[in-house]
């Protein structure tokens, strides 16, 4: 995963595994240190990833992007050898943490009534069609911010 700014400057480089890559909240904040260095507004972070199975962006991404304020996410892989980009970007210069708090608990609230075996955070996070629902959820919640777009 690499973090760019606006002007496509790097500003951090994260090496994962093959499928998966970790960061932390220590990854955002020394990009933004870059970003404030720079007399940059630290909220226009856009992040780079790789897909190598072409698949969609994940619930994890999509929540990242919202929770973190982070201008745009984007994951680049191929489906049948064709190159494709999913992005979601944010729609004006931030989102407010109100209508983040609302629209993430009644994401969490429809979860727990669709699927209320999944009990802990664990189950969840390994249960596809959890993760599936989310994803949409997110999306469908915050369209009104964040605009979801697949490049082909």
Known sequence: MAIFDESGMELRLIIGENAFVEFSLKDIIIARQKMLKAGKRIQDLIFTHNHPSGGPLSASDLEIAILYDI????AIGK????DV???FKRKSENI???IKDRGMKSINDQLDRQFPNLKTEI?????LDYQKKKAELLIETFKNEMQYILFK
């Open 96 to 98: 407010s943490n109100k």
């Open 71 to 74: 201008k745009e996410i984007r």
């Open 123 to 127: 189950q969840k996070k390994y249960s």
């Open 79 to 82: 489906i049948n050898g064709e």
């Open 85 to 87: 980009v999913y992005s």
